[in-house]
């Protein structure tokens, strides 16, 4: 968002510096290696495995278009399908190449833009088309001639859409963030006229500047969008295949980074036009004003922090106390080894909650920042905000940091306090819990699909068998299961049908229970994923 | 939309349009809203209808599935579920009337619309199937076997549920309290008879039988075992944390217990 003075500019291009977030600190060699690495493998699983899949429904679509017979068709397919695996393979070559400088720059948060750059590269556009080559060539060998020039007009019918299609969604795209720019714009107009007291004539002379930082904003971000249709021009394995209407219409092409550069090239035209206008004293009285409110905003997320402090989730499952009990209980440790690990424990807590106070302060900074900017920095609303009467959650990468900071802090204070034979029946007991809360994530969602659907006692008994394989995959531990269950209550433990083998659900049920489950699979859909995040957890 | 209520629809279109046409006898004003009135309640009356039958259906399938019950039983137990509806739903049509009289006085006919339409979701969420009209035929439509059959079944559907939910609470218990493991096998069964005593009372807190179980309230039930017993296995100190364990659920234990023993009365008088 743009703002008319710098000390806004400053604190938005502060909050949106990846650089000087935590993680971009220095790393070494070999675990810029290993990042680059396991963020590859999680690229490749993620959005490059399908190109094998692309490659072959592509051949499988030629074979359709020209009714081939199925042995043509499989003949097809398996010459096309090595070229899915080049594919791959060429661009995590790339990868492994580009993340290591870029992930020590950046941390481990990579954007769009971010890898745009390497998608456009030399190495990256000439591997492509040496790939489409052998494609052409492959489909050259295997269709009949009249089918072959019947293919290369098809896509170059194909290409002409495409074009087009790109060359609106940018237009479309443009046009839009012209649009919010100029809203944003004319928030900060009416913001500033009050703030001064300024009349609307004086104001108006501003009208010119606001066009010309929309102008500067579009043209920073221009390039952006240019290079991003210029890479589906070269994607032709993702975009040949696809359906470009919702481009054409709607614009939907991905998002146009570069908003921060382009946010703070709007600004530098708008604050000149704004340093023309203001008088010495009216620039000192604003200043004054604007750094009272930054102040204000600043206390406003110190307090708010500290009563969401309570509430972090890490924390909720986080009871020193509750633990060691347990563990004195389990392991037999008198009252002065147990006095000891929660001494360590708490002194590492406030080590943790000072880290993650000052990073939610921060977090929350942004936030109550961007939704004054959508308000018009109205100040009734952060007369709001300052009273408590307004709702800010924490950020989920300062919540995990912390709950990670504790788990290391658990085990240290373990590590210090236990002996090698009581950290080993410690960890035993724990898999048994483990195995134990799978058993009663199984119990309970058996118990929440038997309220619904009303199985029958050897029904629910085969159920259960079903249950518990499933959730045996998540075995969770106690303070996420527990996590779970409050955040979204005991009943959507049912969401543990997604995870089972759901041909076997469906031989246990009748036809009126399996028409029931349609309904209770989708009710529950978009909590497996929640339920899956369990798996692994350890805390 | 089915056809029962695009009749419906119709019916009140027609009294809108009748309350304008000129070709009509000009009825008065108050005619012209008992009309709309009129249509409006069928319409809420029907989707009453509709939603309670759902649960009846699924109850009647169950029964089916527990007994494998012959074609022409199963028609009439079908016709006694729309009989117990009729009759559950015979209440609230009267409330609906004593309800909506006071809200639409001096409204016009298409204001009157608005109003009832608004008022269509507080009725009607009462079960059937504690209808006399119910209960009476599904003893005589079953034989003893097949009634002692379908209990069974529904028996061990709630002791499975009331286990698994126990199980539950003694995981909580066990790491609010910091209880040891022999404390633990003996705070089970105590935990197992709350869960089987009160988990049906929860359901007022969980959107009815089919609602969907709010965690925070089910640790109420922790407060289900008795006192004497739990605090012969905890020190003073884990029985602070017991009932501490019980959380937000602590605020609504009085009401639990006030519904338990209003279910068990009703129980009471129809065995």
Redesign the interface.
């Known amino acids: 968002m743009p703002y008319p003075s710098p000390i806004f500019a400053v604190l938005v291009l502060l909050c949106f510096s990846r650089a000087l977030l935590p993680g971009a600190e220095e790393k070494t060699a070999a675990e810029l290696a290993a990042a680059a690495d396991t963020f590859a493998k999680s690229y490749e699983k993620n959005w490059l495995s399908d190109y094998t899949k692309r490659v072959t429904g592509f051949a499988e679509e030629i074979a359709e278009l020209y009714s081939l017979d199925e042995v043509a068709k499989k003949t097809l397919i398996e010459a096309a399908s090595p070229l899915g695996r080049a594919i791959t393979e060429h661009w995590m070559k790339l990868y492994r190449g580009y993340y290591a400088p870029h992930l020590k720059l950046w941390g481990e948060d990579t954007y769009w833009d971010d890898y745009l750059p390497l998608c456009l590269s030399p190495e990256a556009i000439a591997g492509q088309r040496e790939l489409f080559a052998q494609w052409e060539s492959m489909l050259k060998a295997q269709l009949k001639p009249q089918h072959y020039a019947l293919w290369q007009a098809e896509m170059k019918t194909r290409r002409e859409w495409r074009v087009r299609a790109r060359d609106a969604a940018v237009k479309i795209q443009l046009d839009n963030i012209a649009k919010s720019v100029r809203q944003d714009f004319d928030k900060q107009l009416a913001e500033l006229a009050s703030l001064l007291q300024f009349k609307s004539e004086r104001i108006a002379v501003l009208k010119p500047a606001v066009d010309a930082a929309v102008q500067a904003h579009v043209a920073s971000r221009r390039p952006a969008a240019e290079q991003m249709a210029k890479w589906c021009d070269e994607e032709f394995f993702r975009y040949a295949t696809k359906s470009l209407t919702a481009w054409e219409k709607e614009g939907k092409m991905g998002s146009i980074m570069n908003q921060p550069a382009a946010d703070k090239a709007a600004s530098l035209v708008f604050d000149a036009a704004l340093k023309k206008l203001l008088t010495p004293a009216e620039a000192a009285q604003m200043h004054e004003l604007v750094t009272a409110k930054k102040q204000r905003i600043n206390k406003a997320a110190k307090s708010l922090a500290e009563s969401l402090l309570d509430g972090m989730p890490s924390r909720g499952g986080w009871?020193v106390?509750?633990?060691?009990?347990?563990l004195?209980?389990?392991l037999g440790l008198d009252s002065a080894r147990q006095a000891k690990i929660t001494a360590h424990f708490k002194e590492a807590d406030k080590a943790i909650i000072a880290t993650w106070l000052k990073a939610t302060e921060s977090y929350l900074i942004q936030r109550i920042n961007e939704r004054m900017a959508r308000s018009g920095n109205s100040d009734d609303l952060l007369k709001q905000i300052e009273a408590g009467r307004y709702g800010f959650g924490t950020s989920t990468d300062d919540d995990e940091v912390a709950v990670k900071a504790k788990d290391e802090a658990w085990a240290t204070a373990l590590k210090t306090t236990l002996t090698t034979d009581e950290i080993l029946r410690w960890e035993t007991l724990q898999k048994e819990q483990a195995e134990?809360?799978s058993?009663?994530l199984a119990?309970?969602a058996?118990?929440?699909l038997?309220?619904?659907l009303?199985?029958?006692?050897e029904q629910?008994d085969k159920l259960e068998v079903l249950a518990i394989a499933a959730a045996k995959t998540l075995a969770p531990d106690?303070a996420s299961?527990?996590e779970f269950?409050?955040n979204y209550?005991?009943?959507?433990s049912a969401a543990l049908i997604h995870g089972m083998d759901a041909k076997a659900v469906d031989a246990i049920l009748?036809k009126?229970?399996s028409k029931?489950l349609i309904e209770i699979k989708a009710r529950y859909d978009g909590y497996w994923s929640s339920m899956q995040r369990l798996k692994g957890k350890k805390r | 939309m089915n056809l029962n209520a695009l009749a419906l629809f119709f019916l009140v279109g027609t009294a809108l349009l009748a309350a304008d046409d000129p070709s009509l006898p000009a009825a008065t004003g108050t005619e012209r809203t008992q009309n709309v009135i009129s249509a409006q309640l069928s319409i809420i009356l029907s989707e009453a209808r509709e939603t309670q039958m759902k649960p009846m259906q699924r109850t009647i399938g169950d029964i089916t599935r527990a007994t494998h019950l012959a074609e022409d039983r199963l028609k009439l137990l079908h016709i006694a579920a729309h009989g117990a509806v009729d009759d559950n739903i015979k209440p609230m049509r009267e409330r609906l009337l004593k309800d909506a009289e006071a809200r639409i006085k001096g409204l016009p006919p298409n204001a009157v619309v608005n109003v009832l339409k608004g008022m269509r979701d507080r009725y009607g969420s009462t079960s059937a199937t504690k209808q006399p009209l119910w209960i009476e035929s599904v003893k005589s439509l079953l034989t003893s076997e097949e009634l002692a059959q379908w209990q069974r079944v529904v028996r061990e559907r709630n002791a499975y549920r009331s286990r698994a939910y126990a199980e539950l609470l003694i995981l909580h218990v066990r790491k609010e309290a910091g209880l040891s493991p022999e404390q633990t096998q003996k705070m089970r069964p105590l935990l197992e008879k709350a869960t089987s005593d009160y988990l049906p009372d929860l359901s007022m807190w969980s959107g009815g039988d089919d609602g969907d179980m709010y965690s925070g309230y089910l640790y109420a039930l922790i407060l289900g075992a008795p006192e004497k017993e739990v605090r012969a296995v905890l020190t003073p100190a884990q029985w602070d944390k017991w009932r501490a364990s019980a959380g937000e659920g602590g605020e609504i234990w009085s009401s639990i217990q006030s519904a338990h023993e209003r279910r068990l009365k009703e129980e009471s008088l129809n065995p």
């Open positions: 009871r106390a509750a633990d060691t009990d347990i004195a209980a389990e134990a809360n058993q009663l119990h309970i058996v118990a929440e038997d309220r619904k009303l199985l029958l006692t629910r106690t299961l527990q269950l409050r209550g005991a009943s959507y009748d009126e229970q029931s």
